[in-house]
């Protein structure tokens, strides 16, 4: 598996939005859940996720995230990271957007989150226990 940008949006409407986004790149969703909906493309090389947030303001942009194939690339990531002294949140075994993943977490200095993460699998689930600095870090909620 190649690398993929990973972009999690969050959305007024999913069905709208599935609309839009299953037109622009000529295809329906790779999962589709009530309040969340997931391309996961090979062309472009893209994994965009939007959930449905009913909130005063969106955000637009929930986070941003690179998934890799395995364990050792996201301890590369996160060495590298840790040496720049930027501080890392990792999680293991936690389930985020109906998926199994074990990953890092950092902000660039404008507050943008970035995930690096290994996909374990689907599961039914939205959500894990997680610390409230997890919380922070991840809006698939």
Known sequence: MNPKVHVSLD??????????????????????????????LEQPAINLTMQEKKHCCLQGLSHMGIR???????????????????????EKEVVCCHALQDKI???????????????????EETQSTRSSAAEKMCACQ
């Open 11 to 40: 959305v007024y409407n999913v069905e709208d939005s599935v609309r839009f986004y299953s037109t622009l790149f000529g295809t329906q969703p790779t999962k589709l859940k009530s309040g969340y909906a997931k391309f996961d």
């Open 68 to 90: 890799v194939d395995s364990n050792e690339q996201v301890l590369a990531y996160r060495q590298r990271l840790e040496a720049a002294g930027i501080p890392i949140l990792e």
């Open 105 to 123: 977490w950092a902000e660039d200095p404008s507050g943008y989150r970035w995930e690096v993460y290994v996909f374990k699998g689907d599961v």
